[in-house]
Nanobody, 126 residues
Framework: QVLLVESGGGLVQAGGSLRLSCAASGLTFSSYGMGWFRQAPGEEREFVAAIDRSGGGTYYSDSVKGRFTISRDNAKNTVDLQMNNLKPEDTAVYYC???????????????????WGQGTQVTVSS
């Protein structure tokens, strides 16, 4: 059984930082591209960041580029999202996801991901 479990969410003031972590089990972690998505109330889920199998390739949405950093540790089966200079518009439930298909670039397409975590809430106050 594949499990992705996110942690690290919480309440932070604008300009602050949070680090999300996703722990994976039940899969060969190094064989999966990993991504972070988020969903704000009343909005559709949107792409945030993705990282390839080796960790050498990363991809960000324009809204978080320069503020967020995705990284992975294949020895620990974890993928992290360091979020700096947070803004109220970053408030959302954040999900990690795993993509089994080999790709030239990490995917930003939600439908390409095979497994999803349950999400962790991030709230940024102004």
């Amino acid at each position: 059984q594949v499990l992705l479990v996110e942690s690290g969410g919480g309440l932070v003031q604008a300009g602050g930082s949070l680090r999300l972590s996703c722990a994976a089990s039940g899969l060969t972690f190094s064989s999966y591209g990993m991504g972070w998505f988020r969903q704000a109330p009343g909005e559709e889920r949107e792409f945030v960041a993705a990282i390839d199998r080796s960790g050498g390739g990363t991809y960000y949405s324009d809204s978080v580029k320069g503020r967020f950093t995705i990284s992975r540790d294949n020895a620990k089966n974890t993928v992290d999202l360091q979020m700096n200079n947070l803004k109220p518009e970053d408030t959302a439930v954040y999900y990690c996801a795993a993509d089994w298909t080999p790709r030239a670039l990490p995917s930003r397409v939600e439908g390409n991901y095979d497994y999803w975590g349950q999400g962790t809430q991030v709230t940024v106050s102004s």
